[in-house]
């Protein structure tokens, strides 16, 4: 299995307060996703990163922002949870944009 | 025009059935379709992939078709086997974009 850990891998939390999840890699990959999955609308991508520092966008980035500091690190951080952030969050890496993405377990979030 | 579409939303098989799952997707630019296969409680995994130089491409008992002219792909699984029951989801990326956008989503059923 590609080296790939999410933490938590599950969190309850409360409407209004900040939560952070983190995404860890051992393979060195250049490329590291955030995504979240709710029924009905699959795998939605949230941010994304192409280096150290370097992030951009994805289809559902609004409440969301992130950072990667460094290579294995790729933090994402809901600065004010809501209850339409209730989601399964996985991180995914991947060695070039073209080439096979690996995903974490997943953290499964719920805001109440 | 980063959207990718896909079909049916669940597909009900009987074990030896043909499965066939549909996607289309906007951006001319893409060039990685991959296909990922998610059972429940675990992250999603890459199952086959193609890129636009081939119209097909098969690994075992699963075949992805794809047409360039029509921006659309599929998955087939011939011999379908209870074991295939899962969530299947279609991707898009490379190109001019760093992005990996997925589809919705089916979920297979393969009864004995």
């Known amino acids: 299995d590609a080296g790939i850990t999410q933490s938590p891998r599950h969190k309850v939390t409360e409407t209004g307060t900040p939560v952070t999840l983190r995404c860890h890699q051992t393979e060195n990959h250049r490329y590291m996703y955030w995504y979240r999955q709710d029924p009905g609308h699959g795998l939605r991508l949230i941010h994304y990163?192409?280096?150290?520092?370097?992030?951009d966008k994805g289809e559902v980035s609004d409440g969301y922002s992130v950072s990667r500091s460094k290579t294995e690190d790729f933090l994402l951080t809901l600065e004010s949870a809501t209850s339409s952030q209730t989601s399964v969050y996985f991180c995914?890496?991947?060695?070039?944009?073209?080439?096979?993405?690996?995903f974490g377990q997943g953290t499964r979030l719920t805001v109440v | 025009q980063q959207q990718v579409k896909q079909s049916p939303q669940s597909l009900i098989v009987q074990k030896g059935g043909i499965s066939i799952i549909n996607c289309a997707y906007e951006n001319t630019a893409f060039d990685y379709f991959p296909w990922y296969q998610q059972f429940p409680g675990k992250g999603p995994a890459l199952l086959i992939a193609i890129r636009p130089d081939v119209s097909e491409k098969k690994e075992g008992r699963f075949t992805i078709s794809f047409n360039k002219s029509a921006k659309q792909f599929s998955l087939h699984i011939m011999d379908s086997q209870p074991g295939d029951s899962a969530t299947y989801f279609c991707?898009?990326?490379?190109?001019?974009?760093?992005?990996?956008?997925f589809g919705t989503g089916t979920r297979l059923q393969v009864f004995p």
């Open positions: 991707a898009a990326g490379g190109g001019n974009t760093d992005k990996l956008i």
């Open positions: 990163s192409y280096g150290v520092k370097d992030t």
């Open positions: 995914a890496i991947s060695g070039d944009r073209t080439t096979e993405a690996f």
